[in-house]
């Protein structure tokens, strides 16, 4: 018998099962719904203040925070894959009391902490220059402009929050504790209405007021995680806070840096591919802007919900990716996508049946909320259209294959900028949704060619690194 063979004797498999699958995807679902929920909330309030410019700049000003917080999700997805990987190589060892030891999946919530706090304390400085640069780049109207710096001059002071997030989502995520996710963004969310209306309402501090609630609601919700991952780990606070030289070397750094520099790549590709959609909305004017801002909301709500089985398929492929157990790698690539597929339809039907009310809720401005009902079918099969892309994600991402997440980026990016150009100049608004569908259309074409090269070839190591 084989070195191989007798470990993965010694050690359970990997449950692969539907009710597997779902039971992770599940609780980071309902995380997710709660993340974009304070952004449909934020902009319904704004929407209801009968004031398209100020609809239409919190349009540009989430767009701009999301360009450039998006682009270091990385953070997310590097703790995300390397504590998957973690707990493969620690169940690959079959040493029961090295599963006990925290410290190799602390010292990857450390790293990431770290680099999350260098990164956000950078934008925050560098914010009264971002803004201004920012907007002018998204062709922001001067009165639209205005109502988005003043959301923004707030909501700067939560990016190192934010960021924290990522890190503590991914690493739970990783592990298959998705409940902990759960706990951590319901409490950011009802945390976030709740002082969004006070500040608005009770305190009539208008778009500031919303920017504030959401601010505070960010660091709140870490002090809540870091309690989280004292619980989950069985720590002191003295521990959770001591690093292990050991795990902060210039390779475990290095490592660190490589990855997150591919993903770094394709985060900031695509976050530009959406400021570029924002971009051609503004050229078109307040009331389209204003428009595609309320039902791109539906792409962020079904894409965080689609997240959900992109985890699972994530988390269960880094597992398998560990153990280097190829044929169990490859059920759960099929099962993974089959709930995937399954949670679309589901998705599409019940925004083919909410969107009136949907709309109704959104605004109360009369020409808005006729052009995106004009435009609503285009919005209510985004999740048919861009499951595939979110369900091939978590299975690189699961791989921590860099070098291929980055080089897919980049061949979208060749394809991507010139036809949405093309489809705009030829169709003005029908132009810009085709090109939010090929962009979302693209990402399963050029990941499903990789991984079925690397499936033709049974080359998935090549995908995946070593340790």
């Not at 019940?350 to 919005?379: E, K, Q, R």
């Not at 991402?397 to 991507?416: D, E, P, Y």
């Not at 085709?434 to 079925?452: D, E, H, K, N, T």
Request: hydrophobic content about 55%; glycine content about 8%.
């Amino acid at each position: 018998m084989s070195a191989n063979s007798a470990t993965s004797h010694a050690m359970p498999p990997i449950d692969t099962s539907y009710k597997r699958i779902v039971a992770i995807a599940l609780p980071v679902l309902l995380a997710n719904l709660a993340m974009p929920l304070q952004s449909v909330i934020d902009t319904a309030i704004v929407g209801n203040m009968n004031d398209t410019a100020k609809l239409a700049g919190m349009g540009l000003a989430i767009q701009l925070l999301s360009l450039l917080l998006v682009s270091f999700n990385f953070l997310q997805y590097a703790s995300s894959g390397l504590a998957a990987q973690a707990l493969g190589q620690l169940a690959n060892n079959s040493n029961a009391s090295a599963l006990s030891v925290p410290t190799p999946l602390l010292s990857i919530l450390q790293r990431a902490l770290l680099l999350a706090f260098v990164i956000g304390a950078i934008l925050l400085l560098a914010k009264p220059w971002l803004i201004d640069f920012g907007l002018q780049a998204l062709s922001a109207n001067p009165e639209s402009g205005r109502a988005a710096k003043a959301y923004l001059d707030v909501r700067f002071w939560g990016v190192i929050a934010e960021l924290m997030n990522f890190a503590f989502i991914g690493w739970f995520a990783g592990q298959g504790k998705t409940r902990y996710m759960l706990y951590q963004q319901g409490f950011i969310a009802v945390l976030n209405i709740v002082l969004t209306l006070f500040f608005v309402f009770a305190m009539q501090m208008g778009l500031a007021g919303v920017a504030l609630g959401t601010t505070i609601a960010f660091w709140f919700g870490i002090l809540m995680a870091l309690w989280l991952s004292r619980q989950h780990l069985k720590i002191s606070w003295t521990a959770l806070f001591k690093a292990d030289r050991q795990y902060f070397t210039k390779e475990k750094m290095l490592r660190l840096f490589s990855l997150n520099k591919d993903i770094f790549v394709r985060t900031l590709i695509l976050t530009l591919s959406f400021a570029w959609i924002t971009r051609l909305s503004a050229q078109s004017g307040d009331v389209i802007l204003a428009a595609n801002a309320i039902l791109l909301q539906v792409l962020s709500i079904s894409a965080f919900a689609l997240d959900g089985v992109a985890v699972s398929a994530e988390t269960l492929s880094g597992q398998a990716a560990g153990r280097r157990a190829w044929p169990r790698f490859r059920i759960i690539v099929k099962r993974t996508g089959v709930v995937s597929y399954g949670l679309a339809i589901m998705l599409s039907v019940i925004w083919w049946l909410s969107m009136p009310t949907y709309l109704g809720l959104m605004t109360n401005i009369d020409s808005v909320f006729a052009l995106a009902y004009d435009y609503h079918l285009y919005a209510v099969l985004l999740p048919l259209v861009g499951v595939g892309a979110y369900w091939l994600d978590g299975i690189f991402f699961g791989l921590t294959a860099g070098s291929v997440i980055r080089n897919a980026a980049l061949i979208l990016a060749a394809i991507f900028f010139p036809l949405s150009w093309l489809l705009y100049q030829q169709w003005d608004m029908t132009g810009i949704w085709l090109s939010v569908w090929c962009l979302l259309l693209l990402r399963l074409v050029i990941l499903g060619g990789f991984l079925y090269r690397a499936n033709q070839t049974g080359s998935y190591e090549k995908l995946q690194p070593e340790a």
